[in-house]
């Protein structure tokens, strides 16, 4: 074997994209509420970018402005060239002291209610164990087996009538009911168990008969097989509907009454609002809430000063230049997403009056060419955003969509064919609901004709069932 160097040229095309650029693109992409945590971060690092406001003014009714001491201070102590002041309070730390608390996990939460609980020795540390296996659900889905083998090696081997035993322990004493389940069906009836020990208003009969549907007819429920439960069961409809009512205040995910996020509040980047007086739709920016940036004046003029040092100077012009390059990707975030925003009132003003069912294919190849931009900008910008409309608030990506034409000849998109499907099935007969097939002829009289594989498609990606589980007894 023969190995050999060698030079070879080669031409090529290769795109790379420059640092600025592809933060400029990030800046694009971010929510509001995001680019709002992005300036605040860039204020407190950057002393060259401050905010615009109303200019103080002295005794004299001249504008107060910094002493040149002062900001030649504060670029040192930026620099490391001096010791902050002792009675100046740390930035840092006092965001870390404004900070909310970090919420205690599922396992924190359950482990202090397994160290309060009186258990035998022996099953104090397998409990434990078995509280670091369940997922966000509260549900232990790991087999004995594996627990077993996951003791520390230090520790003697318990045998599987032990683990089982620590998991029944941590189903019974630990709350809410229903934590350790294996399965949905030990889950609604650990519940189902809580309840039975304080029945209140709900009565022992109907605690029993839901209790004979989730022991014994659980599938046939899901498949919404009422007329065969009752023959089975013994039970009238009345009182299976009685007990499914039941049911429903029983959860298939416990753990989540302890962990369950908070959802995070929605910041409508735009506001589109009704014109009146011209019958028109207008479309604005929410950024009331907006900083108006700028450079520091003291600071530009100190790094044109022959008489500022070398190193202070270096310092002044990188963060200038940083400063300056935000304000700008701001302002260019602005003027793209009103462009996009102001395409979107004009070719959408059906959806505005009437609803999602008259949205209109709006393609973002389209948007692109009419406001001469590349297509992954006009992504970018519509990515993560929501709009506050007479509508309601709204996906702004919601807005693009392809689509097909009626048989009139109007454009309809796929989205205003789901919200019309969603409309027809809500309207239907629940004892005799309709089927794919019926629902494309359903549609075909609005004039939309699709396929009934697409109809079962939307149907799914709605979450509507099939007419048998849809069926009411």
């Known amino acids: 074997m023969r190995f050999e160097a060698s030079q070879h040229m080669k031409l090529g095309q290769h795109m790379k994209l420059a640092p600025r650029m592809i933060q400029s693109m990030e800046i694009l992409q971010m929510p509001l509420g995001e680019l709002q945590e992005r300036i605040e971060q ?3 690092n950057n002393p060259t970018l401050e905010i615009v406001e109303p200019v103080a003014e002295g005794e004299d009714g ?73 997922d966000d659900d509260g549900f ?47 889950c609604l009836l650990l519940q189902l168990s809580a309840m039975e020990a304080e029945p209140g208003e709900v009565g022992v009969e109907l605690i029993e008969q839901t209790r004979t549907l989730i022991e014994h007819h659980l599938e046939d429920l899901t498949q919404n097989r009422l007329p065969r439960i009752a023959e089975k069961a013994g039970l009238t409809l009345a009182q299976i509907k009685g007990a499914m009512g039941l049911m429903r205040r029983l959860s298939l995910a416990p753990a989540r009454q302890l962990v369950d996020d908070e959802p995070t509040p929605i910041v409508p980047d735009a506001i589109v609002e009704y014109d009146a007086d011209h019958d028109r739709y207008i479309g604005f920016l929410n950024d009331s809430r907006m900083p ?60 505005f ?35 506050q409309t007479p509508r309601g608030i709204v996906a702004l990506r919601k807005f693009f969509t392809g689509g097909t034409v009626t048989e009139s000849g109007e454009d309809v998109s796929w989205d205003a064919i789901r919200a019309a499907l969603q409309d027809v099935i809500a309207a239907e007969d629940k004892a005799r609901p309709l089927s794919d097939e019926a629902l494309v002829e359903e549609l ?10 697409t109809i079962a498609k939307y149907r799914d990606q709605l ?9 009411a007894y």
Do not use: C
């Open 353 to 387: 009056d009437y609803g999602p069912q008259a949205l209109k294919p709006l393609p973002m190849t389209q948007v692109a060419e009419q406001l001469g931009i590349h297509v992954a900008t006009v992504s970018r910008a519509v990515a993560e955003k929501y709009v």
């Open 444 to 453: 075909k009289k609005r004039g939309i004709e699709i396929a009934r594989r």
């Open 140 to 186: 232990l889905r790991t087999p004995v087996e594996t627990i077993i083998d996951r003791v520390p090696g230090d520790r003697a081997k318990p045998t599987a009538a032990e683990v089982e035993e620590a998991i029944g322990a941590v189903q019974l004493l630990l709350e809410p009911a229903g934590v350790a389940a294996r399965d949905r069906r030990e």
């Open 42 to 44: 860039e204020l407190e």
């Open 463 to 471: 979450k509507i069932p099939p007419a048998r589980l849809r069926k």
């Open 292 to 351: 108006q940036l700028s450079l520091n004046r003291e600071y530009a003029l100190m790094a044109k000063d022959r008489g500022t040092d070398k190193q202070s100077k270096e310092f002044l012009r990188t963060n200038l230049g940083n400063a300056q390059w935000l304000i700008d990707a701001v302002q260019q975030r602005k003027r793209t997403l009103e462009r996009v925003i102001g395409v979107v009132v004009e070719a959408q003003r059906e959806f």
């Open 62 to 134: 001249q504008p107060v402005t910094p002493g040149r001491s002062s900001v030649r201070e504060r670029i040192e102590r930026a620099t490391g060239l001096a010791p902050r002041s002792t009675g100046e309070r740390d930035a840092k730390m006092d965001a870390m002291a404004s900070a909310p608390a970090r919420k205690a996990s599922l396992q924190e939460q359950l482990l202090e209610q397994w160290h309060l609980v009186d258990v035998k020795e022996n099953l104090r540390a397998l409990g434990e164990l078995v509280i670091s296996f369940l």
